[in-house]
């Protein structure tokens, strides 16, 4: 093993690089830092529980789409069997008015750039 030296050295610079992102994040703070989003505007509640619409509206709006387009049901029936209608601009939007101070901070901390724009109008920020 003459390039033994060589060869534990390049492991040690490959595994400083992997892991740098890692360190980087740790040594910043930025990874314990949450967005800091708007309150929704005159809502008692949401369509479902705070916890679950942030891991699964995605998943929500995607199946309201198909829904709609699809199957032309435009009722969403909640877990505590509250109606709601399916639309991201009439129920959604109604609540959360600001695209900027609402969608866009935590697509932003999460590095997705949603495609509901591609076909709704994004609503008009309030001053």
């Keep these: 093993m003459y390039d033994a030296k060589w060869i534990i050295g390049g492991l040690i ?3 400083i690089l992997v892991a740098y992102p890692v360190w980087y994040g740790v040594a910043s703070g930025e990874a314990t830092q949450v ?3 708007a309150d929704p505007i005159d809502a008692e509640k949401c369509v479902e529980t705070t916890e679950y619409m942030r ?3 995605k998943q929500l709006l ?3 789409r198909d829904s709609v387009v699809r199957d032309g049901v435009r009722t969403y029936v909640a877990t505590d069997a ?6 991201l601009t009439g129920t959604c939007m109604g609540c959360h008015q600001s695209k900027t101070s609402f969608c ?3 697509h932003d901390y999460v590095g997705q750039e949603p495609d509901c724009w591609d076909c709704h109008l994004p609503p008009e920020e309030n001053q």
């Excluded at 509250?82 to 639309?87: C, G, I």
């Design 13 to 15: 610079i490959f595994v």
């Design 35 to 37: 967005p800091d989003l």
């Design 55 to 57: 891991a699964n509206h």
């Design 62 to 64: 995607l199946t309201w």
């Design 82 to 87: 509250t109606e709601y209608e399916m639309s």
């Design 104 to 106: 866009d901070r935590c």
